[in-house]
């Protein structure tokens, strides 16, 4: 059974842009054959909008991709926001993050994937596996 892996903005846009050791990866990790992918409308909304207003159609495209490639999307409720608030609040997060972490939670992924550093403090959440694609080295 495919593991389902909720990916961070942070990690596609990091795929879609970039040529560093960050970058590559953020391919390794969305090439995993043993993996099915989770996002929600926060990743979209994170993503979507600047390319197209920029007129980065080949980012869009690849942000598409990935989209209609999810098999799971986090149903918006107030549940998960209040869960997303008691994160936030928990872990001292940012309500972005604390969004992604709840959308995972609820979708029940058995790993969230983030592009963040080892020193965010999203890294310090431990009500799921969180990764970071960050290496310890890189400047970015």
Known sequence: MPRRIYVDSGVLLAAA???????????????????????????????????????????????????????????????????ALDIATLYGLSAMDALHVAAAIAVNADEFVTSERAASPLLRVRMLSIRTIHPPDAKN
């Open 17 to 83: 842009r970039g040529t560093d050791a960050v970058a590559q990866e953020a391919f390794a990790a969305l090439d995993d054959p043993d993996a099915e992918f989770a996002s929600s409308i926060f990743v979209r909304l994170e993503l979507l909008p600047k390319a197209i207003y920029n007129r980065r159609s080949a980012e869009a495209q690849f942000y598409e991709t990935f989209f209609m490639a999810a098999s799971t999307w986090a149903e918006i409720t107030p549940r998960l926001a209040q869960t």
